[in-house]
Structures are given as C-alpha cells and as structure tokens.
C-alpha cells in the first residue's frame, strides 16, 4: 500500500452474519472498485458487530472467511487498499469505550435499528447490541475518512458518528476528522422479493425473498419470477405500487440508469418481459463471484493470511488515531 496516497480516506463494512446478498451487493460492494480509484480504502469484516446476537462459533469462523473470499472476488486490489476483520484490531474496541463515554443514553434509544431489534428479542437485548453505534463509530472514526458508503437504513447511525466526532473535537481538541456519507442515488434501500414493506435480509426466514450472490442462475430467475408485483401489468415506480418500484429501482442500480429512464425502457411491455431481463442482469453481474468463488474460498491458508496482513496495515493507522485520542482525554500510555 503506498502510505504516500494523497488520495480522500473511505472506510466500509459488512456484518459476518451470513451471504450477501443483493442488497448488500448495490449498498456498498457495486462502488468498491469505483472508490478504490478515487479513495485510500479500509473494508473490513465486522465480526464483533455480529456477536450483539448469538452466533455459533464454528459458523462464525467460516462466515468470516466466506466474506473474505467474496471480498477478494469483487476485484479489490489490495497491494492498494487494506482488508481486514474487525476483531484483529483491538483498537476498535478500544475506541469503542472512549465513544461511549461521550454518547447519550436518550441518543443510543432513539436509534431506530436497536428499536426494531430489541422489539424481537423480547426483552433478551443485550448491552452490546444497545451499544452498536458506539462502535460503528470507532469503526470509522479510528481511520479518519472524508468519506463512509451507507445504506439507507444506516443513515441514522453515521449521523450519530458525525455527532460524537464533533463532540469529542469540542470537548478535547481537533481530533476526528467528520465523514460524509455517500449514499447510492437509487436502490439505496433494497426491499424482499415476496414483501416489499421491509428490507431485503440475510436472515428472512423465507428464502425467496433475497438473492444471495452465490444463487444459481435458476435460482435468481425464479425468484423474481415469483416476485410479488400488482395487477397493474406496467412498469412505473410509485409509493403505492412497491412491489414493482423495487425491481425498477433494482434494475436502474444494476444498469446506472434512472428510473424514469427504465420505465420509459420498458414502456408497453409487461411484466414477463421485464423480470426476465432484470433476471438475466443480476445473473451477469454476479457471474464473477459465481465463478471465482469456489477456487479461492478452497485456500482458507490464504484467505487467513490476507486478514493477518490487512490486520498488520490497519492497526498501523488505528494506533495512531488512538494514541491521539488517548493523550486528549489524559491517559498516560505506555509504549506498544
């Protein structure tokens, strides 16, 4: 990695919960290689974020590795820019307690995510996961990015980082630098298949619901096939018909279109016509993975090797970033 880059520093995660998906591929792994032309850029695999649920260890370790083969699949150079899981750098944790001392219960609360999570967990809601946000800050914040790809749905979260980094800077000095977020302009929020009223999710119980990018072509077919539209018969995009809205807005994100150019694409054509080609568009685009995956997930030597290495690069940066913050808040440090 050339520590000279002079370029704008991004930073962007996924949780090792389970397979990406569709959603996951159009809110952040579709601009990986466009960011990594114009960005210094730190993806890594968010393995303590996925223990605020309880997950099976063995399937955890896999998962991890699994994420890491479909990282290395999306073409991301990493001679320039760092891979890494989460849990090998400590320094993540380490921020994460500085940035909880400096958050609010009422704004922890009021975090949407944790809302809808905790309302599930009938009162089995653990502390960490009440937490989340404070170490999704020190996730981002430890690297000083300008710049943090989210979902829609993640929206509430960064801006909470904005808030405690502009904290910390007035309470201890300039410390943080304050990251924007770069949101995709369409499908931003991708919904389920069978119920466009919630976001596609790894964790549906039904499994019709979501595209993983490693389904077979008749899989991915089927599944939009099935997927649930309205008695209309016309392409448009509109509040009350979201069944059809999400697979235009699919469509647009796959093919950096607008959605007024899509429906005009398909104006006069109907249903059939419109899934089967958006169909063979997600089979394309995922052909990469679909083909590359197998070979490079195989040699768990070498996935094991590009997280220590990552880790190596990361915790450079971390550190330093934590030393600062250490000596702020009047910490005396020993030498590391």
Known sequence: MNTNNKKPTLVTGLTATGDLHLGSYLGTMKQWSAFADTHQCYFF?????AITTPQDPDLMKQRCLDMTALFICSGIDLAENVLFNQSQVPQHAELAWIMSCNAAMGELQRMTQFKEKAANKKNQETVGLFAY????AAD????????VPVGD???????????LAQRFNHHFGETFTIPDPVIPQVAARVMALGDPSKKMSKSDSTLSNTIFLLDTPETITKKIKRSVTDSQATID????????SNLVSIYAALNDQ????????????????????LAECIIEVFRPFREQYAEIRQDEASLKHTLKMGAEKAKHVAQTTLDQVYNAVGFIQSRR
């Open 133 to 136: 946000p404070c170490l999704m």
């Open 45 to 49: 695999i968010a393995d303590m974020h």
């Open 140 to 147: 981002i914040l430890l690297y000083k990015p300008q710049h």
């Open 258 to 277: 607008t959605v007024q150019q899509v429906i005009q694409q398909y104006d006069g054509h109907g249903y059939a016509r419109f899934k089967g080609d």
């Open 153 to 163: 749905d993640q929206k509430q979260h960064l801006e909470l980082t904005r808030n």
């Open 237 to 244: 995009h509109a509040d009350d018909r979201p069944g059809i």
